[in-house]
């Protein structure tokens, strides 16, 4: 029985093309169309939200994160599952691989993931993308599978980065 393929998301093949837009191929016809990027998604003024740490992004779910794990990730006591560095990344570059990097991280079953933004030029109230990576995970198809944000201790960054805590993967074959 062959292995079933599964299609590869929007974010996943603007990912792609991202990666692979200065390899040339060796045969002189492509071997696959360059997916369309996707559009530059920035948020309206009134939805960015700056990322601090005396502020925490509120769990997306009232009720759905637990004290104690509020807890671990101020004091920077969470097994860091994966990360991802988005300095230097334009905006339409970082909302593509935040995106891919999410949904693999939540395939695959990880829960804790650090994404790293910097701090972006403090006079201008901080980086483009610490304040709205934070909004693009919130806004995107992935949102029902976060569980909550958090803005990093400061071993893992502090500022310049957040968590993002992502909800269990449900065991396949169960009915409850």
Same mark, same amino acid.
Request: hydrophobic residues 40%.
């Given at each position: 029985?062959? +292995?079933?393929?599964?299609? *590869? =998301?929007?974010?996943?093949?603007?990912?792609?093309?991202?990666?692979?837009? !200065? @390899?040339?191929? &060796?045969?002189?016809?492509?071997?696959? *169309?360059?997916?369309? #990027?996707?559009?530059? *998604?920035?948020?309206?003024?009134?939805?960015?939200?700056? &990322?601090?740490?005396?502020?925490?992004?509120? *769990?997306?779910?009232?009720?759905?994160?637990?004290?104690?794990?509020?807890?671990?990730?101020?004091?920077?006591?969470?097994? @860091?599952?994966?990360?991802? !560095?988005?300095?230097?990344?334009?905006?339409?570059?970082?909302?593509?691989?935040?995106? %891919?990097?999410?949904? =693999?991280?939540?395939?695959?079953?990880?829960?804790?993931? &650090? @994404?790293?933004?910097?701090? %972006?030029?403090?006079?201008? %109230?901080?980086?483009?993308?610490?304040?709205?990576? #934070?909004?693009?995970?919130?806004?995107?198809?992935?949102?029902?599978?976060?569980?909550?944000?958090? +803005?990093?201790?400061?071993?893992?960054?502090?500022?310049?980065?957040?968590?993002?805590? &992502?909800?269990?993967?449900?065991?396949?074959?169960?009915?409850?």
């Amino acid at each position: 029985m062959a +292995p079933r393929r599964r299609t *590869p =998301t929007q974010a996943e093949k603007a990912l792609w093309g991202v990666a692979t837009r !200065d @390899v040339r191929p &060796l045969d002189p016809q492509p071997a696959l *169309p360059i997916p369309v #990027p996707l559009p530059d *998604p920035v948020p309206a003024p009134e939805t960015v939200v700056p &990322l601090s740490v005396s502020a925490p992004i509120a *769990p997306r779910v009232p009720g759905s994160v637990d004290r104690a794990t509020v807890e671990r990730l101020k004091r920077g006591q969470v097994v @860091v599952d994966g990360r991802i !560095d988005l300095h230097g990344m334009d905006q339409r570059t970082a909302f593509a691989a935040l995106m %891919g990097f999410v949904d =693999t991280a939540s395939r695959g079953g990880k829960r804790a993931l &650090l @994404v790293i933004t910097g701090k %972006g030029a403090l006079a201008d %109230g901080g980086g483009v993308l610490r304040r709205n990576a #934070p909004n693009w995970l919130m806004a995107s198809p992935l949102a029902g599978r976060i569980l909550t944000i958090q +803005p990093a201790h400061i071993r893992h960054g502090g500022g310049g980065a957040f968590y993002v805590m &992502l909800r269990r993967k449900k065991p396949q074959g169960s009915s409850a």
